[in-house]
């Protein structure tokens, strides 16, 4: 089965080979990532993602002088071959490279850092790294609507388009993994040689170059929920969540291979999130060999991936379809729920026996989504765990697989039922139902807040439901894994409520569940607020663009929400209603101002 992830990232890979990209310049752009050298060639473009993603404030010329620094202590790095492990002095680099900030005590001051270099280097490196501020908000310099600025300073060439390409990037998405800003960067240079030699240069570059930012944006994303997870749970998640993905990629790979590669991964993983960039480049082009090397016990469709130079190869593998599922109809499961000898080999080799479990699961079914699987396999940890202390364990852990079933089940039907709600609703209403639910779960957030994480929410089941049945279940659940790990990032930074804060930190595999179950937060009270605090009624609404006017709605909806959170949602449709009537009559009013005052005091009486 072809993910969802999988088709949009292979749709774009092809688009950017096949149609974007003219042959030559393509095989310009193979060219550039084809020597034996290519680690050493791209060293100083490494320590630039790697500098731009800590120190994000800096300037692109202020990240050069401390890249040339850098550069100068690396030389042992240059000679690395990809088939070596990482050597030591680029492993050092890093603390190295926090070294140098915290010496040069005006730029620590400058950038914030002086609290972090204070502390001892371990956890100095973790103070660093909390300073991340993921999509900053840093305003973009190639905008697609200024092709000609882009185009003048290619030919300018004071800064080559893919280098200040990677420093606004890395700075913009400071956890997307180094080797995906690079191949990025050489597709975004390439596309933009191309585009520049059009008459019609914003067409062509909003049709060249879009689906390159979109890319960057959901990956970026899938990097930084993983990270989280590396942090916030114990390996034993991450390496589960890795087996799950590399098991349905490669159903028909041996075990041990499996958890092999699943091993090295996940600590890639963790390397990668560190930001060390340049032990993360290094380390995904061996990764990448080894697989390479094994494309007979892995997967045959590694094949046209293992063709190209890095970094294409890396990102093409790591976005490849599923491989075909194997027939296991003469392998049933039942050996994890109906042999005597379960509960031992639970006692001798817990953690072996449950990657077998995972395993054998997630081959068998591609189709579910992982954090469906990480349930199913959580399910059974927990029932081994009270039935293996029985008398007659069997008999206790026989139910298992009506236990996994209802799990599915259950997933299924949370899905199935946004969807029809979505469909009878309607998209704009459907956004206001999860307000309203979710104003009730987290009213400490703002409203914009609010507004923002079910607008989220909404836009996924836009994106999802129309899916046939199977791929909108993984699709939702996907997106929903990705929102709810923002959301506890927020949660992180500053707590929203022991509620969220439960379903956050307790189970990764059941965090959806948790909050689809949450209810009204009965612990919040709203401050009073006037009728100016909730909502803009002025003459500027009569100037608003339609997206303006729901927000200013919305707005007003979760202001309502806080305040009576127990009351009918009729009543808040009821308002919500009058406001949009009150907005309609005032702006076709010889004096819109004056029409305002005047029905601003009906609004008071709602809050009482």
């Known amino acids: 089965m072809k993910t969802v992830r999988s088709i949009s990232f292979l749709i774009f890979f092809s688009y950017i080979k096949c149609q974007t990209l003219q042959r030559s310049l393509l095989d310009a752009a193979m060219q550039q990532t084809n020597g034996q050298n290519y680690l050493e060639e791209n060293l100083r473009a490494v320590t630039n993602i790697m500098v731009a993603q800590f120190l994000q404030k800096l300037t692109y010329e202020e990240v050069q002088i401390i890249v040339q620094e850098l550069l100068d202590l690396a030389e042992k790095c240059k000679s690395l071959k990809s088939h070596e492990l990482p050597s030591e002095s680029c492993h050092q680099l890093m603390a190295t490279f926090l070294e140098h900030i915290c010496n040069n005590q005006g730029m620590a001051d400058k950038r914030v850092f002086s609290d972090c270099c204070n502390i001892n280097k ?67 240079e390439t596309a933009v040689q191309s585009c520049c030699q059009e008459e019609n240069k914003t067409e062509c570059f909003q049709t060249k170059l879009e689906p390159i930012r979109k890319y960057v944006r959901e990956i970026s994303l899938r990097h930084h929920h993983l990270c989280e997870i590396g942090i916030k749970f114990n390996h034993k998640v991450a390496t589960a969540m890795e087996l799950v993905l590399l098991t349905k990629k490669q159903p028909k790979a041996n075990f041990s291979e499996i958890v092999k590669l699943s091993m090295d991964i996940k600590n890639l993983h963790q390397i990668c999130c560190e930001g060390n960039a340049i032990v993360c480049v290094l380390g995904r082009v061996r990764l990448m060999n080894y697989i390479c090397s094994k494309q007979s016990i892995l997967s045959s469709k590694f094949t046209p991936c293992c063709e190209l130079p890095e970094p294409f190869r890396g990102e093409c593998i790591i976005n490849l379809e599923n491989n075909d599922k194997p027939d296991l109809s003469s392998l049933p499961l039942r050996r994890f729920t109906e042999d005597q000898s379960v509960c031992k080999q ?99 957030l703002s409203a914009q807040e609010l507004i923002v994480l079910t607008k989220n929410m909404a836009a996924a089941a836009t994106k999802c439901c129309p899916l046939n049945q199977e791929h909108q279940f993984v699709c939702m659940e996907d997106s929903a894994k990705l929102i709810l790990g923002a959301l506890c990032r927020r949660h992180e930074a500053e707590p929203i409520n022991a509620a969220v804060g439960h379903c956050c930190d307790d189970s990764y595999a059941f965090r959806k569940p948790c909050f689809d179950d949450l209810q009204v937060d009965g612990t919040y009270i709203s401050p009073p607020l006037s009728c100016d605090q909730v909502i803009n009624l002025k003459e500027d609404l009569c100037k608003a663009q339609e997206e303006e006017l729901q927000t200013e709605k919305q707005k007003l909806l979760s202001n309502l929400v806080k305040q009576k959170p127990s009351a009918a949602e009729m009543q808040f449709q009821s308002i919500i209603v009058d406001f949009a009537h009150l907005v309609e009559t005032c702006c076709q009013a010889e004096k819109s101002e004056m029409c305002f005052q005047e029905e601003v005091s009906l609004f008071p009486c709602l809050f009482s």
């Open 346 to 444: 639970f006692t001798d080799k817990q953690d072996f026996f449950l990657q077998e479990f995972l395993y054998e699961y997630s081959r068998r079914h591609p189709e579910l989504a992982v954090p469906v699987i990480l349930r199913v396999d959580t399910v059974y940890q927990n029932l081994l765990g009270k039935c293996c202390k029985l008398e007659n364990p069997l008999e206790c852990y026989s139910h298992g697989e009506g236990m996994f079933q209802r799990v599915v089940r259950e997933s299924h039907e949370h899905v199935k039922n946004q969807c029809d709600l979505r469909e009878k609703l309607g998209d704009s209403n459907f956004h206001d139902r999860l307000l309203v639910l979710y104003t009730r779960k987290t009213p400490q």
């Open 122 to 188: 371990t956890a100095r490196h973790k103070c660093f790294l909390l300073h991340k501020k993921d999509d900053a908000g840093y305003s973009e310099i190639f905008q697609i609507s200024n092709p000609e600025q882009i185009c003048e300073m290619g030919k300018e060439n004071q800064v080559p388009v893919k280098d200040r390409y990677i420093y606004e990037t890395s700075r913009k998405h400071p956890f997307l993994y180094g080797p995906t800003i690079l191949t990025m960067s050489v597709c975004y």
